[in-house]
């Protein structure tokens, strides 16, 4: 089974980038547009996970999280991978308490590896993606819509309390998230 470790943000925020989604759709941006439902803070992809190891990854959730009270984000700017300038994803970061987020997610990492998961490679840049681009060439006078449609957008601040393993299946619709186990941000 395919798998992933990730935050879901509250209904609200998954509501304004809904939003940003069509209002980018109706400049004329052209996407493969994640579904809100499907909207996530991933902290680990895990890829191909073997069921047998359940039980170890909901003890590296239980570790990472211990001790965390839930934690404050905000929503940032729009960037993109590789770059904002031609980029293949469109994505929104995400600020807040982004230190203690790395925490979260290195700690994580870190009780993966030991359960013979390879660490991330790649700094973590926290951020929900909002949708693939389809032709990136085409990324022209891109920057000013993405702009004008921030400053038309209030910044939304949410909490997150609770780490969720996800198997994604993928299917001709996209990916189907199902929520595996859970590991809650309660300082004890």
Request: net charge positive; glycine share 8%.
């Amino acid at each position: 089974m395919r798998t992933f470790l990730a935050f879901k943000p509250p209904g609200a925020i998954v509501h304004r980038i809904e939003r940003l989604q069509h209002r980018l759709q109706g400049e004329g941006i052209e996407a493969r547009w994640v579904k809100p439902a499907s909207i996530h803070l991933t902290l680990k992809f895990l890829g191909e996970t073997d069921p047998a190891a359940g039980e170890a990854i909901e003890q590296a959730m239980q570790a990472a999280v211990a001790g965390q009270v839930p934690l404050e984000l905000s929503l940032g700017g729009l960037g993109g991978f590789p770059s904002l300038h031609r980029p293949r994803v469109l994505w929104q970061a995400v600020a807040g308490e982004v230190e203690r987020l790395r925490s979260v997610q290195q700690a994580l990492d870190a009780r993966l590896a030991l359960c013979g998961f390879e660490p991330e490679k790649r700094p973590f840049r926290a951020h929900l993606t909002l949708g693939r681009i389809r032709n990136p060439k085409r990324w022209h006078a891109a920057d000013t819509v993405l702009a004008r449609q921030m400053q038309d957008l209030p910044s939304l601040t949410f909490t997150v309390d609770a780490l969720i393993w996800y198997e994604s299946r993928l299917g001709p619709g996209g990916a189907r998230y199902t929520a595996l186990a859970q590991a809650l941000l309660a300082a004890a």
